[in-house]
């Protein structure tokens, strides 16, 4: 039997509103969670990009919240990014009218004065970023004393932009007997500090796609030193679709983004320095597909939600595991066909090692071969040599040429010269795999990884308990004490405890 919105406890009336949007069942993070958040506990929602999570909590919302005075908000829920919160605003917004409830967002890059006057008026769900909602509070605009619901999207993502101590800061200025609900693609040590102190006795819920569910995602490693790597990922671009194209910096992004519209791909990037307008337009060209091309920092790593996306192009490699997760997770969504192209120099190559043991993805490089890209399997990649052969000499890529003609075998190493011009077109890239001299032209940007120090004063939880669920698939728990990631039970079914304080 199906379990329906109206079983878990969402009212009737939002749930022929979902039936008018075409959702007619819920997702298992919905059904993990929703009795729960609906009842009033704390809660940790783990579930993988594009499972539900938004609604997750959304609806709980509508369907709870009080009605605030004048720049004084009943409900907060705070995003990393100025896209995550304009996705939250926008799924959020239909349920409250419903509840004849008012949303407003907050973030930076925006004219402040415009956020003055909205919270002049009545703001019952405040929708805000930490830097710009902190803004607000230092000028006496918002208070956060009458907050007694609060949601916290992309957690860890907060964590590893060093905005912890910022969120830590805003959740002791909320009201000490509060709901707070956090959900997160991944919760990992970096969020433990949150649970502890600033839930009570929260029930964990984890949600594991099922692997027919999962989409059909192929990781090909490719040999490309970075003076191969603009016509490369043309060609790439043109054969698969429309795709996400990764850089490190945001002078790169630009850069590369006026690189591939001079060989004739309708490009746009996306990046901090970037204007909200900028931005909102670039995303809404590329999901319509005006734009095949979105060149993006890892600001669109998360949160940014376009269907179809055929291909993600990581130009330069992602700064962590977790970078690669996120930004790979922008194509095969929703059990859909995907692809994720990694460009490596030889330089890189013994972090690409480490990231493939860790992801436990199959290790090595694949020979340089256009046509593995529209294969439904791939052949397994070649084992990588250190960066330095013996004798002092790196060791050069193997395998073919972009133009898919093999030469000397398919692999070669050592100092060997490529042939051929560079075609600006992206139709004839020079053969990768030489021994290149160039080095990076561009630098990462290290995300602040500020820890804060400060206690909580008046919202903190001393004593901090988590309950975690059984293992396989959807997992929940409830009853068990102690640290947060400790002791954990395994649930059997069976009838349900009472619940937890009520708001």
């Known amino acids: 039997m199906t379990t329906t919105f109206t079983d878990l406890g969402v009212s009737a009336e939002l749930a022929d509103l979902l039936a008018q949007q075409g959702i007619t069942a819920p997702f298992p993070i919905q059904q993990l969670t929703l009795v729960d958040a609906l009842e009033g506990r704390d809660l940790c929602g783990k579930a993988p990009t594009g499972s539900g999570k938004t609604l997750a909590f959304a609806l709980p919302v509508a369907m709870t919240v009080g009605r605030a005075q004048p720049g004084r908000p009943r409900a907060l829920l705070l ?68 907050v007694d619901l609060v949601v916290l999207d992309e957690a860890d993502r907060m964590a590893d932009m060093g905005f912890l101590p910022v969120v830590k800061r805003l959740l002791a200025q909320t009201r000490a007997d509060r709901q707070t609900l956090l959900f997160s693609a991944t919760l990992d040590g970096d969020i433990d500090v949150l649970v502890r102190h600033y839930q009570h006795n929260p029930v964990r819920h984890e949600f594991e796609a099922p692997e027919e569910d999962r989409g059909d995602v192929r990781h090909v490693f490719w040999p490309a030193e970075r003076h191969d790597r603009r016509a490369l990922t ?23 983004a006026k690189q591939l519209r001079q060989d004739g791909l309708e490009t746009a990037a996306i990046h901090g320095n970037r204007s909200q307008k900028q931005r909102e337009s670039a995303l809404a060209r590329f999901s319509s597909g005006r734009v095949s091309t979105l060149v993006a920092t890892d600001v669109a790593a998360r949160g940014i939600h376009v269907d179809n996306v055929a291909a ?8 962590s595991d977790k970078d690669y997760i996120h930004r790979s997770g922008r194509t095969g969504r929703a059990g859909a066909r995907g692809l994720v192209v990694s460009l490596i120099s030889a330089e890189e190559s013994r972090d690409l090692h480490k990231l493939q043991r860790s992801l ?23 084992a990588v040599a250190d960066d330095r052969s013996r004798g002092g000499k790196r060791s050069g890529h193997a395998g073919p040429r972009p133009d898919g003609n093999s030469r000397n075998g398919g692999r070669r190493s050592g100092r060997g ?28 940007q290290s995300d602040s990884r500020g820890q ?47 619940s937890a304080r009520q708001r």
């Open 79 to 146: 995003a990393p990014t100025r896209e995550l919160a304009c996705q939250i605003r926008d799924v959020l917004v239909p349920l409250l009218q419903t509840t004849s409830r008012k949303a407003a967002i907050f973030y930076g890059g925006t004219n402040i004065n415009r956020d003055l006057q909205r919270l002049r008026g009545r703001v019952d769900v405040a929708v805000a970023t930490p830097g710009r909602l902190e803004d607000l509070i230092d000028r006496r605009a918002i208070s956060l004393e009458d």
């Open 360 to 382: 436990e993805l199959p290790q090595g490089l694949h020979d340089l071969d256009l046509e593995l890209l529209g294969r439904d399997e791939l052949p397994s990649p070649n």
């Open 234 to 256: 043309g060609q790439i671009v043109r054969r698969a679709g429309q795709a996400i194209v990764f850089t490190r910096t945001k002078h790169g992004a630009d850069r590369l």
């Open 312 to 319: 993600v192009v990581h130009y330069d490699q992602p700064g």
């Open 417 to 444: 010269k490529g042939q051929g011009g560079h075609d600006r077109q992206g139709s004839n890239a020079k053969a990768v795999g030489r021994n290149a001299k160039s080095r990076d032209d561009a630098r990462g």
């Open 452 to 498: 804060g120090s400060g206690r909580s004063h008046g919202g903190g939880n001393p004593k901090g308990n988590r309950h975690a669920g059984s293992k396989g698939g959807a997992t929940h728990g409830r009853g068990n004490q102690g640290r947060a990631g400790q002791n954990r039970g395994r649930a059997k079914g069976g009838a349900r405890p009472a």
